[in-house]
């Protein structure tokens, strides 16, 4: 069936119009999946005014570590290159393979990993003449104006090697084009990164080996890479790491040696070539060389690299012109469609219908729909998820079923490197109408938030006193201590999560649920502290942790990852709640203006931190929905020039174009600017409600799953027009700086009349604020 699905989209392609072809594969035109460019999002921002303190000394400047490699939406697979020597480097964040400024390629990548593509195994790399054994690599210089990617597509010219590299993939397998010049010693490096493992040459065509790290990859940790061309010479190495004496250790290296086993295992092909003779490779992976052999039978059969690209461009293509736009400049269009590209980095798919894979519980098991990973929910679940629910809500379906399935297997619904924020996937979807067994996730939903034993960290401790305590170290080194249990913000999240588990409780009739979760949901208020305006940490005995200076990013004491600042906004779910804890409106708006205008100039350093705008961090999650809080408090038009300068400043400001405001975390970063672009953003993303913005774009139209369009017309807009001054919404006066998902469900047109003043009179009544768990005094 795969095999078909790839010759029937290249079908489709070749009866199609054909546009202009490039020598590297590029294709010409306007269309958005020749718009994306995968490079946006791989490098650092590069004025220090919107950088912060970051980094410390020594370590690289967080980019959006996305990658720029082959790859389809939601793939198992991707075809990476890597300019990030991980062994040897200080990694920032996470093992992301590829860093944009870096000059020299040391490997590339197909598959084998786990979320993040420094994780990959093999790496594989062309060199010709002499060689060095990894973890030192062979690097080459390349050259950044020959770098090119699009969806499904890499191409770099490794200057060192006069040698072009060309990348794509199907979901499962990934495909390799070397073009070599003329020489008798053009080398494939074939390496099992860091623990190693075995490494087999068979025959003249195939390497195969398994990974030491078989818990990591998702695909498998079993690869076999089958050549186009028959090897001329090879033979297999191995670094001894064991043997400390001088430099990495000893190496063990045998011309003619066709098996091998140990720490950087792998092998070493050579072939002579003719000036521009291609040598194609192609990879997959599994849980058994047989199944790794299927998966290259049935997914990618031949040698021909322009079909594989073909259908991955078409996969593409049919997702990302699911939303149309006009107007807004050349570098706006590109940063869009690049952003909405990266948004379906995760989840990943897991095992295909029909495939055997191995469940949390040890069992292996047969796919009885498309199994995917896990979402991030800290990250992606604050926003990108509604992405997928407006676009894919069938992809959805599969993805709750999936985390349902692994809290069976495990007893637990999925929690997300901090916080419990599950239920918004669920409940959002259920906000939307999609349909799915909603109560038997909620059973587990449920369970998370009431058992002390389950995944949510010191839940005995909230339970009892309905907030989490912080450990103060001795000596209070504050700053720069980063430890601790993040309690203030945990509480924050927890009481987040309570709110939307109450309504979902109310929505499938448990009531007494529903008044248990919503009156934990107010649990926020114990840890905002009045005397300084701010949330705040608590020792055990309900003290206010002292001192405390509210710019300091403490990292995991009271606050996580984020600033008293910037964690201060942190109840979505009840905006006007904290609106009343800082006085009322007036006071409100006076503290949010505060926080966008006041300087960042901390002691202790947040490495995710970047991306300022005072002490606003676009480049991290607690505080991304800060921006759209105006709606509640009756001045909207500062959320509209807000989201405006955000766009324009803290995305491709750099001199490559490609920056991002810190760590992507698979998808969310980029979806705050696909959908901030297109005109709104979920502050609560369990609820159906879209707090409108400044939309870039004169006109946006959006494809609903369900077959309607959501269409977002801007008149008169332009960079200095960027204030609503009036509305309609299906001809009628929308008077309001939001919409529901019912308003659009069936398909909408919202048309905003935009100006170069605010219109102080639009969406500012007391009356028009976004729903909130907390009614506003009248």
Known sequence: MRTIAILAAGAGLAAAPLLAQTHDGAQSSNAPVDVADPLVGTAPLDDRDLIGNAPPPGEPLYSGQTSPGGRLPHSSVEASPVNVNLELTYPNGVPAPYHYPNPTMIAFTG???????????????????????????????????????SPGYYSVYLDTFRTQAELTATQWTSMMRFTFPETDRANVI????????????????????????????????????????????????????????????????????????????????????????????????????????????EENPGWDFQRVHDSARAQWAELLDRVQVTGGTPKQRKLFYSTLFQSFASPRLVAEKGDTFTGRDGQVKTATYNRYSPVPFWDTGRNQIVLLEL????????????????????????????????????????????????EAAYEYLRKNATDPEGPRGYMDE????????????????????????????????????????????????????YRMFLQRAGNYRYVFDSSTGFMRGRTEDGNWISPFDPGEPYYNFMMKEASGWSTLWLVPHDVQ??????????????????????????????????GMLGQYVQGNQPDQHAPYLYAWSGQPWKTQKLVREILDTLYGSDAAGYGYPGMDDQGATSSWYAMSAMGFYPVDPSTPHYIIGSPVFDTVSL????????????????????????ATLNGRPWNKPWFSHDDVKDGARLVLTMGPQPNPNWGSALSAAPPSMSEPAR
Request: proline share 6%; net charge negative; with cysteine.
């Open 111 to 149: 598959g084998g990993g786990a979320t993040y593509g420094g994780n990959a195994k093999p790496f594989i790399m062309p060199v010709v003449g002499d060689w060095t054994v990894p973890p030192a690599y062979t690097p080459s210089y390349y050259d950044k104006a020959r770098e090119k990617a």
């Open 190 to 297: 074939v390496n099992l990164p860091r623990e190693g493992g075995e490494v087999e040459i068979v025959g003249d065509r195939t390497v195969r080996g398994v990974s030491a790290e078989k818990r990591r990859s998702a695909d498998g940790p079993y690869f076999v890479a089958e050549f186009s061309k028959p090897f001329a010479a090879l033979g297999t190495f191995r670094a001894n790491l064991e043997d400390k004496g001088w430099g990495i250790g000893t190496k063990d290296v045998e011309p003619g040696r066709r098996e091998i086993s140990g720490n950087y295992a792998g092998a070493y092909i050579t072939f002579a070539t003719k000036q521009g003779e291609q040598v194609l490779m192609k990879i997959a992976h599994g849980h058994s060389y047989a199944e790794a052999e299927q998966r290259l039978r």
């Open 391 to 438: 676009m894919e809500p069938e992809l959805v379906q599969d993805v709750m079923r999936s985390e349902l399935d692994m809290a069976r297997e495990s007893g637990f619904m999925n929690t997300s490197f901090h916080g419990d924020n599950a239920v918004f996937l669920y409940l959002g979807a259920m906000e939307r109408g999609i349909p799915f067994d909603y």
């Open 462 to 513: 909230y339970l009892t006193k309905g907030w989490i305590s912080d450990i103060v170290p001795e000596g209070n080194p504050s700053p720069p201590y980063a430890g601790g249990k993040a309690g203030a913000d945990k509480t924050l999240e927890y009481a987040w999560d309570d709110h939307a588990l109450a309504v979902m409780a109310r929505r499938l009739g448990k009531m007494d649920d």
């Open 577 to 610: 709640g904290l609106i009343d804890l800082l006085g009322g409106r007036e006071a409100f708006n006076a503290k949010l203006d505060e926080f966008f205008e006041t300087p960042y100039n901390p002691k202790g350093i947040c490495r995710d931190c970047t």
């Open 703 to 726: 494809s609903m799953g369900n077959g309607g369009a959501l269409e977002i017309v801007a008149e008169n807009n332009s960079a200095e027009n960027l204030y609503i001054q009036s």
